[in-house]
């Protein structure tokens, strides 16, 4: 996404990081499988590191985070919809939930805004 506000005019992007093995059907790591990173770039040469922005947790999982803003919004503010892979059904088969998330800083972190887990 591009953004003039950010750092006088930069992209930013969003990427899975962290994928660890080691947490699949592991109830031990709380924060899941599957990360989202975000980054930025003003020339598509140079790149920062992915840092992690948001995580689901344990077999509800982050999948994707699809991001947008309205021009009058204040910079920074993007809203986004989040897709979560659902694997806490009994037949052990998932399905995907979708949810609202709501960023302030350009997506270097995110916050769910009325989560539908457990509902």
Known sequence: MWDADLDGGSYWGLVRIDVDI???????????????GRFTTKDF???SPAKQAFHG???????SISPFRLPSWR????MGTASFYNTTDEANEGYVVCELLQTVNWGANWSRVSPT???
């Open 117 to 119: 887990e457990g509902t």
């Open 75 to 78: 910079a920074g503010y993007y």
């Open 22 to 36: 080691q947490c699949l059907h592991n109830p031990a790591c709380s924060d899941g499988l599957r990360r989202t």
């Open 57 to 63: 947790r344990y077999g509800y999982e982050i999948y």
């Open 45 to 47: 040469e140079n790149f």
